[in-house]
């Protein structure tokens, strides 16, 4: 019978969308990876419609994950993908690549 | 200058974060890509912690956007990824690869 036995997802997969998929920030960590480290003002810039607040704290969220460093500079602070984090470019390359395929007009 | 020129995520890409990032829709792609076609009952029972009313906005979003078809049956619904569903099966299968490497113990 089709179906008969569901195997439940993956919780640590749960958990990576959960984390990456939270408003903002897949779209942080693409930008992370595709341009190397930057300033809050970058981030900010590079990810328009998203509030200074917010930003704040996605950072802050990826920092306590172990997915970014935030290193204090003389002039604001600088944010840099860990191993972690920059891990995760497989995942988004598959996930634009079908956004391009799919979601295109 | 490191930074400079700051890359905007692309939209499309964005918009994919968005829809599979939704709470628990990223779980139920994820049930119905490993198990194939599944009534209402039993992606309930696979992605526990649901409620059925969410479960219920979450499968019509799906079918909205394209990515499941819905099929009336003599008693219940079953519900299959459509091709651009099942084409999420890479961006998952390293997702997952991810969650492994990173988020267990």
Redesign the interface.
């Known amino acids: 019978m089709?179906?008969a036995?569901?195997?439940?997802?993956?919780p640590?997969?749960?958990?990576?969308?959960?984390l990456?998929?939270?408003?903002w920030?897949?779209?942080i960590v693409?930008?992370l990876l595709?341009?190397?480290?930057?300033?809050f003002r970058?981030?900010a810039?590079?990810?328009?419609d998203l509030s200074d607040r917010l930003l704040a704290e996605r950072m802050r969220e990826l920092e306590t994950r172990?997915l970014v460093t935030r290193t204090e500079l003389e002039v604001g602070v600088e944010y840099a993908l860990t191993e972690?984090g920059r891990?995760?470019e497989?995942?988004?390359?598959?996930?634009?690549?079908?956004?391009?395929?799919?979601?295109?007009r």
């Open positions: 089709r179906g036995t569901t195997a439940s997802p993956c640590l997969y749960h958990d990576a969308v959960e990456i998929g939270r408003r920030t897949g779209a693409a930008v595709e341009t190397g480290p930057l300033r970058q981030i810039q590079a990810v328009p172990g972690m891990d995760l497989a995942a988004v390359t598959e996930l634009r690549a079908w956004a391009r395929r799919w979601l295109a």
